[in-house]
C-alpha cells in the first residue's frame, strides 16, 4: 500500500455510469493515480482530457494517442476545452478525494500523523500554504474556516488556542499546529522522530482530520474551483452526456446535490407554469455509497457518494 498513488472508489459504478459511447470525448477532471482514466480509455472513448495540478501525478502518465494530460486545475476546464477545440464533451468525471499519495507523503503536509511542514498544496507552485493561513488570519477568519470547511462545533476553541500559541512562536510544522490545536505541550506529544508518527491521543483525531481538511480546503479553495467547473462541465455536455462526481465530505456533497438538481450554484429550483422542474439535468445516481466488501479492501472509500447525471436533449 505505501507505494499505491491512489485507488478509486467504486471504478466499476462510475464508469458503468458515464455510460462511454465510442469515439466519444471525456474529460477527467481529477486524474490522480490514473485509475479512473485507464478505465474510460479501456471502456473505448475516443479522447481523453485528464486534468491535475500536481505535478507528481505525471508519474502516472498513460501511453495512448487517445489520452492527453492538462497540468492545471480543473477551475480552468472551459479555457482548456477551449484551447483544445473542444466545443462539446460527451462526458465527465470527477473524483473530489483526495489521493493516497497526498495523505501518505509526509512531506506534503496533508496529514496530522506525520511531523513536516504546514503545507497542503495540490499546486506546489502556489504561493499560499497552510501555514501562511495558520499565522496570517485572524482568529475569527480561522474559526470561520474551521466551521464552514471542517464543521468543527469547537473551531472558535480551536481558532483561540491557535492565536495564543502563534504568538508565542511562528506555527511552522505539522506537529506545532496539532500541539497549539490541542492546547498542550509540544513534549507531551511523545518522540516524533524523522517524519514519525505523531502520537495523538485517540479521542482528538477525529477533530484533527477535520482541522486538517478545513484548511486544505481553504489553501486550495476547492469549493471555489469545484463550483467553476460545475458550471463549466453543465455548458460543455452534449445532449445525452453524463457527469459522474464522487464526493467527500458533506459540503461539497450538498453543492454537488443541489447543482445536478437544479442546474444552478444556489440550489433554485425553478418550474414551468405546470409545476414541472425546470433543470437541464435528468438524476441517475442520488448518492451510492460503496458496498461492504469494497470498504474492507479499501476503508477509505467509506466516505465516498456516487452522483451521476444526464445532460437532457
Known sequence: MDN?????????????????????????????????SRAILEAG???????????????????????????????????????????????????????????????????FRFSAPLDMRMNQTAKRTAADIVNGYSEEELAQILWLYGELKNGRGIARNICRARAQKPIERTEDLVAAALNVRLGSLGNLGNLGELDIPTNAKKDLARLFQALRIEVND???????????????????????????????????????????????????????????????????????????SNPRSRSAKLRVAEKKG
Open 4 to 36: 499505491v498513488y491512489h485507488i478509486p472508489a467504486m471504478l466499476n459504478e462510475t464508469i458503468e455510469g458515464l455510460n462511454i459511447k465510442p469515439e466519444g470525448v471525456y474529460v477527467d477532471v481529477t486524474f490522480g493515480g490514473g485509475g479512473h
Open 45 to 111: 472513448a475516443g479522447h481523453l482530457y485528464s486534468f491535475d495540478q500536481d505535478k507528481d501525478a505525471l508519474q502516472n502518465a498513460i501511453e495512448d494517442e487517445r489520452w492527453t494530460f492538462v497540468h492545471s486545475n480543473f477551475r480552468y476546464l472551459r479555457n482548456w476545452m477551449d484551447f483544445y477545440g473542444v466545443e462539446q464533451i460527451d462526458g465527465l468525471l470527477a473524483d473530489l478525494g483526495v489521493s493516497f499519495h497526498h495523505f501518505d507523503c509526509p512531506e506534503r503536509g496533508f496529514s
Open 222 to 296: 476547492e469549493m471555489g474551483a469545484l463550483r467553476e467547473m460545475l458550471v463549466a462541465a453543465r455548458d460543455l455536455l452534449k445532449p445525452g452526456g453524463r457527469i459522474a462526481i464522487l464526493t467527500y465530505h458533506s459540503l461539497e456533497d450538498r453543492l454537488v446535490k443541489n447543482f445536478l438538481r437544479s442546474g444552478n450554484l444556489e440550489g433554485e429550483i425553478e418550474k414551468d407554469f405546470y409545476g414541472n422542474i425546470l433543470t437541464p439535468f435528468t438524476i441517475l445516481e442520488k448518492g451510492r455509497t460503496a458496498c461492504a466488501e469494497e470498504v474492507e
